[in-house]
């Protein structure tokens, strides 16, 4: 009965569903009303209100601090809050092959780092010198735990770099945030934590470093040969900042051979990279290509890292890379919604044909279309393909 029961519901349910919609669109048929003009229920949800941004602002707010208060009372100094036990948590030492965990956790209180910046957004400078300076007191990177390059580059270094630039400048761009006892100790340690990580270049026969590294022992005899292009390819903005500070280019040079020979072993008819290869044999060993998890911030870097530093060669890898993207990954009917056929959608093809691999979407895949129109600010004619935007920039 109960079932029964359910099963009418649905059925009323899509009967009024259909039937609204029905009448919606007999007003403005599909076909004919023009695109950019919305309905009256898709503007009731396409925008909010002062009121609505004002709320959302302030649940994102309530967010942090619950999450970060509870971190500082019941984690610190360890990685992150456990919020089952609401305990700390750091790497599984008895369990080096969990590295779910361990690639992430270094024993270096992650959530204290990785909310530096974040403390900058909302405003909060009382709490932000008060992080910098525990985390000056507390934080050392001499631990033996084996953490993953990447991770370890873009929410430690990245937050070190971040809450260093902020807290030395004095111009106050971002707010009152500078701290005139302030020595440079944060880049001091992402100068450490980067040095630890530079022995996963050793014993590379192709330049691409290992993913994992032990930040005391170095490379570690059962580490693992293999990598993914985003892993290996998304270094250049931590290692690339680091670099430029410390006036020694040993840093942003080690990324950059990566992003060339990352380059060097594209599919020479499509032009597509694979999502995973051998650091010593240059051989591919998964050759998925698409926007999504395993590839997903290399093509990112490679933009941003044009507009960080201007070079043009980053540029030049981003257009090109993208230029096999459309051709290779793009289906469906050319225009959004003024023809017949499939929507347009970017799949997962094979590096070495160009063959529809999947047409599902992971999350990570999001950030391409936020990375496009990012593009708007920094648009400079004639130097970036708007015309191929298709759907996503149209």
Same mark, same amino acid.
């Given at each position: 009965m109960i079932q029964n029961a359910?099963?009418?519901? /649905?059925?009323? =349910?899509?009967?009024a569903f259909f039937a609204t919609t029905s009448s919606q669109h007999q007003k403005i048929p599909y076909r004919t009303r023009n695109p950019f003009l919305l309905t009256p229920g898709e503007r009731r949800l396409s925008s909010f209100s002062q009121e609505e941004m004002l709320d959302a602002r302030n649940e994102a707010r309530e967010m942090f601090y619950f999450g970060y208060e509870n971190y500082m009372s019941h984690a610190f100094p360890l990685d992150e809050l456990d919020p089952i036990h609401c305990t700390g948590r750091g790497p599984d030492y008895k369990n080096p092959t969990n590295i779910n965990i361990n690639d992430v956790l270094g024993d270096y209180s992650l959530t204290l780092l990785d909310s530096l910046d974040s403390l900058v957004v909302f405003?909060?400078?009382?709490? =932000?010198?008060?992080?910098?300076?525990? $985390?000056i007191r507390t934080v050392n990177f001499d631990k033996n735990a084996t953490v993953q390059v990447f991770e370890a580059t873009i929410r430690v270094i990245g937050s070190l770099l971040s809450a260093h630039l902020i807290a030395s400048d004095k111009s106050r761009t971002l707010g009152d945030f500078y701290m005139e006892d302030y020595d440079g100790e944060l880049l001091s340690m992402a100068h450490e934590l980067a040095s630890r990580l530079m022995p996963a270049f050793d014993g590379s026969r192709t330049g691409i470093p290992y993913t994992r590294v032990n930040l005391r022992l170095g490379i570690l005899p059962d580490t693992i040969n293999e990598t993914c292009t985003a892993g290996a390819g998304s270094l250049l903005l931590e290692f690339g900042i680091l670099s430029r500070l410390l006036k020694d280019h040993t840093y942003e040079h080690a990324a950059r051979r990566i992003n060339e020979k990352l380059w060097q072993l594209r599919d020479p008819i499509t032009g597509l990279l694979g999502n995973l290869l051998n650091i010593q044999t240059g051989k591919w060993v998964g050759h998925l290509s698409g926007l999504g998890a395993g590839l997903d911030s290399f093509f990112e870097y490679l933009l941003k890292a044009y507009i960080m530093f201007g070079e043009k060669r980053d540029l030049q890898l981003f257009n090109e890379a993208y230029a096999s993207i459309l051709d290779n990954m793009r289906r469906g009917r050319s225009s959004c919604s003024l023809e017949d056929g499939e929507p347009?959608? =970017?799949?997962?093809?094979? $590096?070495?044909?160009?063959?529809? $691999?999947?047409? /599902?979407?992971d999350s990570l895949q999001v950030y391409f279309l936020i990375l496009l129109f990012s593009l708007i600010k920094f648009f400079i004619p004639g130097k970036f393909r708007w015309s191929s935007l298709t759907c996503w920039g149209r």
């Amino acid at each position: 009965m109960i079932q029964n029961a359910r099963k009418l519901a /649905w059925i009323v =349910f899509g009967l009024a569903f259909f039937a609204t919609t029905s009448s919606q669109h007999q007003k403005i048929p599909y076909r004919t009303r023009n695109p950019f003009l919305l309905t009256p229920g898709e503007r009731r949800l396409s925008s909010f209100s002062q009121e609505e941004m004002l709320d959302a602002r302030n649940e994102a707010r309530e967010m942090f601090y619950f999450g970060y208060e509870n971190y500082m009372s019941h984690a610190f100094p360890l990685d992150e809050l456990d919020p089952i036990h609401c305990t700390g948590r750091g790497p599984d030492y008895k369990n080096p092959t969990n590295i779910n965990i361990n690639d992430v956790l270094g024993d270096y209180s992650l959530t204290l780092l990785d909310s530096l910046d974040s403390l900058v957004v909302f405003g909060d400078s009382k709490e =932000f010198r008060r992080a910098v300076k525990l $985390a000056i007191r507390t934080v050392n990177f001499d631990k033996n735990a084996t953490v993953q390059v990447f991770e370890a580059t873009i929410r430690v270094i990245g937050s070190l770099l971040s809450a260093h630039l902020i807290a030395s400048d004095k111009s106050r761009t971002l707010g009152d945030f500078y701290m005139e006892d302030y020595d440079g100790e944060l880049l001091s340690m992402a100068h450490e934590l980067a040095s630890r990580l530079m022995p996963a270049f050793d014993g590379s026969r192709t330049g691409i470093p290992y993913t994992r590294v032990n930040l005391r022992l170095g490379i570690l005899p059962d580490t693992i040969n293999e990598t993914c292009t985003a892993g290996a390819g998304s270094l250049l903005l931590e290692f690339g900042i680091l670099s430029r500070l410390l006036k020694d280019h040993t840093y942003e040079h080690a990324a950059r051979r990566i992003n060339e020979k990352l380059w060097q072993l594209r599919d020479p008819i499509t032009g597509l990279l694979g999502n995973l290869l051998n650091i010593q044999t240059g051989k591919w060993v998964g050759h998925l290509s698409g926007l999504g998890a395993g590839l997903d911030s290399f093509f990112e870097y490679l933009l941003k890292a044009y507009i960080m530093f201007g070079e043009k060669r980053d540029l030049q890898l981003f257009n090109e890379a993208y230029a096999s993207i459309l051709d290779n990954m793009r289906r469906g009917r050319s225009s959004c919604s003024l023809e017949d056929g499939e929507p347009p959608l =970017f799949v997962n093809v094979d $590096a070495r044909d160009g063959s529809t $691999a999947n047409t /599902w979407i992971d999350s990570l895949q999001v950030y391409f279309l936020i990375l496009l129109f990012s593009l708007i600010k920094f648009f400079i004619p004639g130097k970036f393909r708007w015309s191929s935007l298709t759907c996503w920039g149209r």
